[in-house]
């Protein structure tokens, strides 16, 4: 039975960050915020939240040292900062990196006793710190989702926290902090909220309210492909791709990701290919493989998509991301051995074996 809980509270639009300071003064009068180096300073979204905070009257320090594909030493480092300054709660800026690891802080601050061998377990009884986001990329969806992914270097992948004590309390979501992202960044980053959704309408977790979400969200996407492409977005155009993104986390928080995240990982963890980038080079041949078996549901996607065929759509993405790495099929069939043992694998409408997953990964990255 396909059910949806999302219980964040979603304010969207420009200035909302700055218009939230009585929202974070009542939610908490002492702060960790956390970003990564840059990008949260380039974009203007961390003078817009210490802004705020400075005039709702809390106290806040600053934790800047999450980069990309945060690790679990990094939650733990976070967490004793928030501990250390006393923090009643956590504002986590930027795209999923900061977000992931800035809910994963506010968990593990709040049990103190966590191991890291048990920060996957789903058994928190310290409960977690209420977390804000502030999301700066149109892609993760984190804003609005029950997980966090984080590098977990004991098992060679990412592997996911999953709890609703992690959904954020607020999301502040403002497309405005998009015009300072690199054209890669942006690409690879609706690439990746594109994925969520087209694996959340494909999932065996799918209903009628995640659909509705997921074809919005497709349909928002599709219809600025173009813009996309030629790096020429506006702001309409912008602030439509930041709510797609946002839809897709809904989507995702109740669906959960499919096969393309699970193969997706070790394109991450071992080759260093940025998360949406991996995705949008393994979805074409998921949805060719989906074709044979829930022919109806892929062909909504194409249609909503504005695609005519797949083939349409994998030269529309080959284009979008550019050349493609080189692999060997050695390698793939490690990286499909590993993907079969995802939990996200149960997800699937159908279920792919190990075998499956090796083709549907060498038809799309050694054809």
């Given at each position: 039975?396909?059910?949806?809980?999302m219980?964040?509270r979603?304010?969207m639009?420009?200035g909302?960050v700055r218009?939230?300071?009585?929202?974070?003064?009542?939610t908490?009068?002492?702060?960790l915020?956390v970003?990564?180096?840059?990008?949260?300073?380039a974009?203007?979204?961390l003078d817009?939240?210490?802004?705020?905070?400075?005039e709702?009257?809390?106290?806040?320090?600053?934790?800047?040292?999450?980069?990309?594909?945060?690790?679990?030493?990094c939650?733990?480092?976070g967490a004793?900062a928030?501990?250390?300054?006393?923090?009643e709660?956590?504002?986590?800026i930027?795209?999923?990196s900061?977000?992931?690891?800035?809910?994963a802080?506010?968990?593990i601050a709040?049990?103190?006793e966590?191991?890291p061998?048990r920060?996957?377990?789903?058994?928190?009884p310290?409960?977690?710190?209420?977390i804000?986001?502030?999301?700066?990329?149109?892609?993760?969806?984190s804003?609005v989702?029950?997980a966090?992914?984080l590098t977990n270097?004991?098992?060679q992948?990412?592997s996911?926290?999953?709890?609703?004590?992690?959904?954020?309390?607020?999301a502040?979501?403002d497309?405005?902090?998009?015009?300072?992202l690199?054209?890669?960044?942006?690409v690879?980053?609706?690439?990746?909220?594109?994925?969520?959704?087209?694996?959340g309408?494909?999932?065996?977790g799918a209903?009628?309210v995640?659909?509705a979400l997921?074809?919005?969200?497709?349909?928002?996407?599709?219809?600025?492909?173009?813009?996309?492409?030629e790096?020429?977005?506006d702001?309409?155009?912008r602030?439509?791709?930041m709510?797609?993104s946002?839809?897709?986390?809904?989507?995702i928080?109740n669906?959960?990701?499919?096969?393309?995240h699970?193969?997706?990982?070790?394109?991450?963890?071992?080759?260093?290919?940025?998360?949406?980038?991996?995705n949008?080079?393994?979805?074409p041949?998921?949805?060719?493989?989906?074709?044979?078996?829930?022919?109806e549901?892929?062909r909504?996607?194409?249609?909503?998509l504005?695609?005519d065929?797949?083939?349409?759509?994998?030269t529309?993405l080959?284009?979008?991301?550019?050349?493609r790495?080189?692999?060997?099929a050695?390698?793939?069939?490690?990286?499909?051995r590993r993907?079969?043992?995802?939990?996200?694998?149960?997800?699937?409408p159908?279920?792919?074996?190990?075998?499956?997953?090796e083709?549907i990964?060498?038809?799309?990255?050694l054809?």
């Open positions: 039975m396909a059910g949806y809980f219980p964040t979603v304010h639009g420009a909302v218009a939230a300071a009585a929202s974070l003064g009542e908490a009068g002492r702060w915020v970003t990564s180096p840059h990008a949260a300073r974009c203007g979204a817009d939240a210490c802004a705020a905070l400075d709702a009257g809390c106290s806040y320090e600053l934790f800047d040292g999450v980069t990309e594909n945060p690790t679990i030493a939650a733990y480092e004793a928030a501990r250390e300054a006393g923090a709660a956590i504002l986590a930027g795209g999923g900061p977000m992931d690891a800035g809910k802080m506010a968990l709040a049990n103190p966590l191991a061998e920060l996957f377990s789903g058994d928190y310290g409960g977690c710190l209420p804000v986001c502030v999301p700066t990329t149109a892609g993760t969806g804003e989702t029950k966090s992914i270097d004991a098992a992948t990412k996911s926290i999953s709890t609703p004590l992690i959904f954020p309390a607020l502040l979501v497309a405005s902090y998009l015009t300072s690199s054209h890669p960044t942006m690879n980053t609706v690439v990746d909220a594109l994925s969520h959704a087209v694996e309408y494909l999932s065996a209903g009628p995640t659909d997921a074809l919005d969200a497709i349909a928002r996407i599709g219809a600025r492909a173009r813009g996309l492409a790096g020429a977005l702001e309409g155009a602030a439509s791709l709510a797609a946002t839809e897709a986390g809904m989507v928080a669906t959960g990701t499919t096969a393309v699970a193969m997706g990982y070790s394109l991450t963890y071992f080759r260093h290919i940025p998360h949406g980038r991996a949008g080079l393994l979805l041949a998921w949805l060719s493989w989906l074709a044979e078996r829930v022919p549901r892929v909504t996607v194409l249609d909503t504005g695609a065929s797949l083939a349409t759509l994998a529309s080959g284009e979008l991301l550019g050349p790495e080189t692999f060997d050695e390698e793939l069939a490690d990286y499909a993907a079969a043992r995802a939990g996200n694998i149960a997800n699937c159908v279920r792919p074996e190990a075998a499956d997953l083709r990964m060498r038809a799309a990255l054809a």
